[in-house]
């Protein structure tokens, strides 16, 4: 008897998960991607900086320290847990209070479906579904650093 393997089954653990608990696990990767875009924007913006022969000084130093992935010197982004939604907020460091602050709201991700929705303010999404990440397509996009934007552009209506 020959058995034939599906190689879309990556094992039978991820076989029997929820589709809550894949959310959960595409959201993180979801931010993983935004921290990655950051970072390749900040060190690009730098070392253009240094190539331009301006701010040479101050554009090394925030090199050196972008370079470190240090959390204090970047954007991160992180999934608050509400009842309906993960909303992605970025984060920054306050020196002055030694911890992290909440900024904007990124997008909100439904925690049933998977569905993305751009913020549309601190409490509520859009109303328009942006990205589905039950579609391969729309999950791999969005996992992809380089095809989103720290700042939210690819969640505008396409």
Avoid at 38 to 43: E, I, T
Avoid at 129 to 147: A, C, G, Q, S, T
Wanted: proline share 1%; charged share 30%; hydrophobic share 30%.
């Amino acid at each position: 008897m020959t058995w034939l393997y599906n190689k879309n089954i990556q094992t039978r653990s991820y076989m029997t998960q929820t589709i809550q608990e894949r959310v959960k696990e595409w959201t993180a990767d979801y931010i993983t991607a935004l921290n990655d875009n950051f970072y390749n924007h900040q060190v690009d913006s730098y070392q253009r900086m240094v190539a331009d022969d301006r701010h040479t000084d101050h554009a090394l130093d925030q090199l050196r320290n972008i370079k470190t992935r240090d959390a204090r010197y970047l954007y991160t982004w992180k999934a608050l847990e509400g009842r309906k939604f993960y909303k992605i907020v970025y984060q920054t460091f306050d020196e002055d209070e030694n911890r992290f602050r909440n900024g904007s709201v990124h997008a909100f991700i439904d925690k049933k479906t998977g569905e993305v929705y751009k913020a549309a303010s601190w409490q509520n999404p859009a109303k328009h579904v942006r990205y589905d990440m039950r579609i391969i397509k729309d999950r791999e996009f969005l996992h992809n650093p380089d095809n989103i934007d720290w700042a939210g552009g690819h969640l505008y209506m396409r």
